[in-house]
Structure formats: structure tokens, C-alpha cells
């Protein structure tokens, strides 16, 4: 794999695991250090909440062209979550990618598994709340759902926090600051796998060679 080419990360955990604000406030870091890293924006049918800009927080479309999308192959993954749709463009992820860009997305573990099947070099992170109770409190702050669907966010989250073997790491999101250095030290640990370090590692191993050599 061309070791100039962005690094695809999963960010995945319930609704109101805080993984948004994980990425962002890492993205803001990376971008600090000189970096260029992208935050993948979904498609999704979901209608937009309060404050929410169409570009911005997602790619708002209806249905049909959604499913158009779908039959077209434009998916890097997509899913059906609380009765709405939504879905990672494959060539903004891969345009992104090519140029170097570092890539978060920003999805659920159908999403995820999707994405592990087609690009099984991307890292995968998946972002735990530490308790039923603050898990239920945060969604209740945020104000974005009735009881009902609150209930069913907190149901919905026993299985999705079932598949955290499937991924690479795990991170409790407990104290935000303590999160935000654990995503963002693997980010820069993945920079650190063989293949990313080829060429800098095979560089030294030819002057080691050549030393050896002379001293023969």
C-alpha cells in the first residue's frame, strides 16, 4: 500500500457516545500539527435538526435519490438507523484518501462492518459511554429526541456495543479530555504500522547492511 495515502479511521459507538466531539476536537489537533485531516460528511433521509446545515453536518436528500445512490454503487457503506438512511460517499472517502488527507467516519456498527469488509486496513475505534445511566443522561441533555426514541437509542445500544471485538481499539468515554488523548494517540500510532514506516525502515537496514559489510 502506497504509504503517502491517507489513513482511513472508524469511529464508531452508540447515539450520544460523544465519538463527534472525540473527532473533532482530534481533527483540531491534527490540523494544529500541519496536518490535513477530513471529517467525512454522511448522506442521510433524516430530515435536519435545529441548527443543522445541509453541506455541513450531513448531506440531507430525500429517499428515492438515496436508494439511486445505493443502485448506483456510490456507498462506501450504508445503513438503515431509527427508520432513516444514511451512507458514506465512496469518492469523497477516496478522493480524501489519495491526496493524503486523514479520514475519520463518523458511523454505527452496521456502517462499520460494511467499511472493515471493503478496507481492511482502516482503523477501527470503538467509542463507549461509561454507563446506562450517563449514556440516558446525555441523550436526555441534548434534547434532540422524545422518550421514545431515547428508549429506543438506549436499546439499540446493547447491540451495537457487542461488537467492540470487532474492532482494533476501545475507548471509554468517561473524562472527555482522557478520551481525546486516547483517539488521538491512535492516530499516531497507526502511523507507526510497517507499512506506513517501509521506507524509512528499509533505508536503515541498507546502511546497516553496508556497515556490516565493510566491517567484514
Known amino acids: 500500500m502506497d504509504a503517502t495515502r491517507g489513513e482511513l479511521f472508524i469511529v464508531a459507538s452508540p447515539s450520544g457516545g460523544g465519538k463527534t466531539t472525540l473527532i473533532r476536537r482530534v481533527m483540531q489537533e491534527l490540523a494544529a500539527q500541519g496536518r490535513e485531516p477530513h471529517f467525512s460528511i454522511s448522506h442521510t433521509t433524516r430530515p435536519p435538526r435545529p441548527a443543522e446545515r445541509h453541506g455541513v453536518d450531513y448531506h440531507f436528500v430525500d429517499r428515492a435519490s438515496f436508494q439511486r445512490m445505493v443502485v448506483a454503487g456510490e456507498f462506501l457503506e ?9 451512507g458514506t460517499s465512496r469518492a469523497e472517502v477516496e478522493g480524501r484518501l489519495e491526496r493524503g488527507c486523514d479520514v475519520f467516519l463518523d458511523i454505527d456498527v452496521q456502517g462499520a462492518r460494511q467499511v472493515r469488509a ?6 477501527k475505534v470503538f467509542v463507549f459511554p461509561p ?5 440516558r443522561r446525555r441523550l436526555v441533555a441534548r434534547g434532540q429526541d422524545d422518550e421514545a426514541a431515547i428508549e429506543l437509542r438506549l436499546k439499540n445500544a446493547v447491540q451495537e456495543m457487542r461488537e467492540y471485538a470487532e474492532f482494533d481499539f476501545v475507548i471509554i468515554n468517561d473524562r472527555l479530555e482522557e478520551a481525546t488523548r486516547a483517539l488521538a494517540s491512535v492516530v499516531a500510532a497507526a502511523r507507526m504500522r510497517p ?9 536503515i537496514l541498507e546502511e546497516f547492511e553496508r556497515a556490516v559489510k565493510k566491517e567484514d
Open 78 to 86: 450504508f445503513a438503515e438507523v431509527h427508520s432513516n438512511l444514511y
Open 195 to 203: 507499512f506506513r514506516m517501509r521506507a524509512r525502515v528499509q533505508a
Open 118 to 123: 471493503s478496507v481492511p486496513d482502516a482503523v
Open 131 to 135: 454507563s446506562y445511566v450517563e449514556l
